[in-house]
């Protein structure tokens, strides 16, 4: 596999409210946000000229910025405008939007409370991230890690920290030659992948992890209401990882990953059916209607 590497392309980034070449966009090592994970971000994908529920995004990035204590110094309406204006300036209309707020260097230990708070904003196209052969369902192998309590780590932000448990997970369960990583929470149930939610179907009923120790996710809270719309009952539960064998479809749902089936986590088989194609389908077409019909189809 020949990479890229992140540093070293061609385009500009967003960086405290200038646009510098992409090369230039660097860090200075004691940044506080390299050494004690005070960084939140976001993954946000641009659809024929729409990024897909932008001020959610927005709004999830700086909630997560609180979380952790901090307050970005950008409103929202300013973080939109950026957002767009980034996607303009490299010349994009269907890409992966990634902005990241931290901790700066004015300050490197465990208290930071003076580090200046600074915001980035990458864009660059990335088409399917589980490849071509998304639609034949991926594979997941069961989580060394667990996903944390809430009082344990702040579950709810989308915190580069709550990430160290998800690569050491991916890397395990890839080692093994899965695919991604089912992810349980700390009481046993199950939670996510490590990049996305996950849904089953359970007579016919569309079954979903209640979010209380990960992400809630924005694509997770559209399916939900695609679901919906197609009169599909929708449940949010505790779901125990004994009762998936009865699971008769598996699928993901993530910024990243999209709507992707899943055919097997552990030793458990799905086929990819009606309802997963469905979905597929409906999110697939909403992502590319503007905004305001977005809004009126998928609260
Ligand atoms: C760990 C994790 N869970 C869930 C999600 C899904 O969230 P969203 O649909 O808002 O992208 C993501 C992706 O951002 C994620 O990284």
Not at 225 to 245: F, N
Request: charge should be negative; include cysteine.
């Amino acid at each position: 596999m020949t990479l890229v590497p992140f540093d070293d392309r061609d385009g500009l980034i967003w960086w405290d409210g200038e646009l510098v070449p992409w090369r230039d966009a660097r860090l200075h090592v004691l940044t506080h946000g390299l050494h004690y994970a005070s960084a939140v971000f976001e993954g946000e994908r641009c659809y024929a000229g729409n990024v897909f529920k932008l001020r959610e995004h927005t709004d999830r990035l700086i909630a997560s910025g609180r979380i952790l204590g901090f307050e970005i110094p950008f409103t929202a309406d300013e973080i939109d405008a950026a957002c767009v204006a980034t996607l303009a300036a490299n010349g994009l209309t269907d890409a992966y939007l990634r902005p990241i707020a931290w901790r700066g260097t004015e300050m490197l230990a465990v208290s930071a409370q003076h580090t200046k708070i600074h915001l980035a904003i990458a864009c660059w196209a990335w088409p399917s991230y589980f490849g071509a052969d998304r639609m034949k369902g991926i594979r997941l192998g069961w989580a060394p890690w667990k996903r944390p309590a809430p009082d344990t780590a702040p579950t709810a932000a989308k915190a580069a920290g709550n990430y160290m448990i998800g690569t050491l997970s991916k890397h395990a369960v890839e080692a093994e030659g899965w695919t991604d990583a089912m992810m349980l929470g700390w009481r046993g149930q199950i939670a996510e992948s490590t990049g996305a939610n996950v849904f089953f179907v359970f007579n016919g009923e569309l079954h979903t992890p209640t979010p209380d120790c990960f992400l809630d996710g924005i694509t997770r809270r559209t399916v939900m209401a695609l679901a919906r719309k197609r009169k599909i009952t929708v449940v949010e539960r505790t779901i125990m990882p004994d009762e998936i064998v009865s699971a008769s479809e598996v699928f993901l749902a993530g910024t990243a990953a999209e709507v992707t089936p899943v055919r097997q986590i552990g030793d458990h088989h799905y086929t990819p059916g009606a309802i997963t194609e469905m979905l597929v389908r409906d999110y697939e077409q909403l992502v590319l209607l503007p905004p305001a019909e977005v809004a009126k189809l998928a609260a």
